[in-house]
């Protein structure tokens, strides 16, 4: 169960690590308009949980890969390409929310695991927790 907790893990991370690139292209790109503000919420928010997330991996001896992952490039060509044709305004919270809730749901799957490790329990309820309180956010300031 150990080698689970670490691929859930080491998923949570690279999540972090990728949403945390496409918020940073974004910031760049909407070049102090739009949603920058969120945007720098959402990366603080990513960094913290990619940060705790290896910690907690190197406790265990792993090793988490700070570059993130194929969706990384994707993330950043998505806000090029959406800040060329239309800019990164209230216009992108609805792709934005959605992509963070797949990020909580991802949350929901590691802390089915029943042999967590209390710290590590805790560290990811809070994240999850600030998670969903960020996406309350974005849907309350959408409206």
């Not at 909407?30 to 990619?50: E, Q, Y």
């Not at 705790?52 to 570059?67: Q, W, Y």
């Not at 710290?119 to 999850?128: D, P, S």
Request: glycine share 10%.
């Amino acid at each position: 169960m150990a080698s689970e907790l670490i691929d859930h893990l080491t998923s949570l991370h690279t999540h972090a690590v990728d949403a945390r690139h496409g918020y940073e292209e974004a910031l760049e790109q909407a070049g102090g308009k739009g949603l920058t503000g969120v945007f720098r919420d959402m990366i603080g928010l990513h960094a913290r949980n990619a940060d705790e997330i290896a910690a907690d991996l190197g406790r265990m001896g792993e090793v988490p890969d700070e570059r993130g992952s194929f969706m990384t490039t994707v993330h950043r060509t998505i806000m090029d390409i959406r800040s060329l044709f239309g800019g990164l305004d209230e216009s992108i919270l609805p792709g934005l929310i959605d992509g963070e809730e797949r990020n909580a749901a991802a949350y929901d799957k590691a802390l089915a695991l029943s042999d967590i490790p209390g710290e590590v329990r805790t560290h990811l309820v809070q994240q999850k927790s600030s998670l969903v309180a960020a996406i309350l956010r974005m849907k309350a300031s959408k409206t």
